[in-house]
């Protein structure tokens, strides 16, 4: 039976769609409600915040005095923030921006408790072909992706050795549907047949040597489906063939 990880989280697009006071409200409010669900629902195990330091800065120097709060949930691994600084685009800078980016954006993350250690580059239009050696330079393992891989480069897998010009190499899953197929997770039958079934058909297809599949269900600047938990209780009892996780209470391993 294949598992199924649903992997809760927001996409945050700070640097190109808002500006600096939207943005600001966005996050006070969604980061805030965010912490509010983690401290107080045992059931909902994790939550992943895109990857970027930055945001932690950001929502800081507008609620200074939930520092705390913060740190315990990051330290608690419930919200999952880190390598990067900020989510850069790696073809149109020098490799030096990405190497201090993600310096930076560790530093921060670890010095809150924890910095995810997965290459997570969910929106990127693009990949610099040295980011698997950079990677290991800071002992990440595992890269995963969106764009710059076309479909007939993957050879019908996911799952893939991500190798730079110098021959270092990371374990890369491809996010083939994007990272937000599960945004509107539902166990209602329609949902289930219309839409769930015909993505698991698809991811499994392209993950034929591995048992996991991963579904991102998040968005751009989404709040924390505080629903989660009970639909995914639903899905295990209807028996699909699948077996759906929430985040945080599995590892999902890249092989």
Same mark, same amino acid.
């Given at each position: 039976?294949?598992?199924?990880?649903?992997?809760?989280?927001?996409?945050?697009?700070?640097?190109?769609?808002?500006?600096?006071?939207?943005?600001?409200?966005? =996050?006070?409010?969604?980061?805030?409600?965010?912490?509010?669900?983690?401290?107080?629902?045992?059931d909902y195990p994790?939550?992943?915040?895109?990857?970027?330091?930055?945001?932690?800065?950001?929502?800081?120097?507008?609620?200074?005095?939930?520092?705390?709060?913060?740190?315990?949930?990051?330290?608690?691994?419930?919200?999952?923030?880190?390598?990067?600084?900020?989510?850069?685009?790696?073809?149109?800078?020098?490799k030096e921006s =990405?190497?201090?980016?993600?310096?930076?954006?560790?530093?921060?993350?670890?010095?809150?408790?924890?910095?995810?250690?997965?290459?997570?580059?969910?929106?990127?239009?693009?990949?610099?072909?040295?980011?698997?050696?950079?990677?290991?330079?800071?002992?990440i393992d595992d890269?995963?992706?969106?764009?710059?891989?076309?479909?007939?480069?993957?050879?019908?897998?996911?799952?893939?050795?991500?190798?730079?010009?110098?021959?270092?190499?990371?374990?890369?899953?491809?996010?083939?549907?994007?990272?937000?197929?599960?945004?509107?997770?539902?166990?209602?039958?329609?949902?289930?047949?219309?839409?769930?079934?015909?993505?698991?058909?698809?991811?499994?297809? =392209?993950?034929?040597?591995?048992?996991?599949?991963?579904?991102?269900?998040?968005?751009?600047?989404?709040?924390?489906?505080?629903?989660?938990?009970?639909?995914?209780?639903? =899905?295990?009892?209807?028996?699909?063939?699948?077996?759906?996780?929430?985040?945080?209470?599995?590892?999902?391993?890249?092989?």
């Open positions: 039976m294949k598992k199924v990880h649903i992997v809760s989280h927001s996409h945050w697009d700070r640097e190109w769609y808002f500006n600096l006071e939207d943005s600001n409200l966005l =996050l006070g409010e969604n980061l805030t409600y965010l912490m509010g669900v983690l401290e107080n629902r045992e994790s939550y992943s915040f895109d990857a970027q330091a930055s945001i932690i800065d950001e929502y800081l120097n507008i609620y200074p005095e939930n520092k705390n709060r913060l740190k315990k949930l990051i330290t608690n691994k419930k919200i999952f923030v880190g390598p990067w600084y900020t989510q850069a685009d790696s073809l149109l800078i020098n =990405l190497i201090r980016n993600l310096q930076y954006g560790i530093d921060i993350c670890e010095n809150f408790g924890h910095s995810m250690s997965v290459g997570y580059l969910p929106d990127i239009f693009g990949q610099n072909q040295y980011l698997p050696s950079i990677f290991k330079g800071f002992e890269a995963i992706f969106q764009r710059g891989v076309y479909t007939d480069q993957l050879k019908g897998n996911l799952n893939f050795k991500w190798s730079s010009p110098d021959g270092i190499e990371v374990r890369a899953n491809n996010i083939y549907l994007g990272y937000g197929p599960g945004k509107f997770l539902d166990s209602s039958d329609e949902y289930i047949e219309g839409k769930l079934l015909p993505m698991l058909k698809k991811l499994e297809i =392209l993950n034929t040597d591995c048992e996991d599949l991963l579904l991102p269900a998040g968005g751009d600047q989404v709040l924390i489906r505080e629903y989660f938990p009970k639909v995914i209780e639903e =899905l295990n009892q209807k028996n699909l063939g699948y077996e759906f996780i929430l985040h945080g209470r599995t590892s999902l391993k890249i092989r």
